[in-house]
């Protein structure tokens, strides 16, 4: 069972607005949602070879307080973690009652 002691780490967590330029071209800025803290667990590193090319990603699963705020959170959003992007997969709630969420999150590690 996760404690608050456990969060001992702090991630942003970032949603996508769209505006338009000058030339009516979507432009997509990212601006914070919210800074929290958070605990982290490393899932799975991989290398791929496709098309000449290799590439390496880290998964990882974040728990977070829940929250009104933190429950909107969705896979459309990002998460910024230790310098580092990483794209939601998904989000789930832990620990019953809506204390914590579960947010599973990839990057590319090269």
Do not use: H, P
């Amino acid at each position: 069972m996760t404690k608050t002691g456990d969060l001992d780490d702090r991630l942003t967590i970032e949603r996508a607005a769209v505006t338009y330029d000058e030339f009516n071209g979507a432009v997509e800025t990212w601006s914070a949602l919210a800074t929290v803290a958070a605990g982290k667990t490393d899932l799975s590193d991989r290398e791929l070879l496709a098309a000449q090319q290799v590439g390496a990603s880290m998964q990882s699963r974040f728990v977070i307080r829940s929250s009104a705020l933190t429950r909107t959170v969705t896979a459309k959003d990002r998460l910024l973690y230790d310098g580092d992007v990483w794209n939601i997969a998904g989000v789930k709630e832990m620990g019953g009652r809506n204390r914590f969420l579960e947010i599973t999150a990839a990057r590319r590690a090269d």
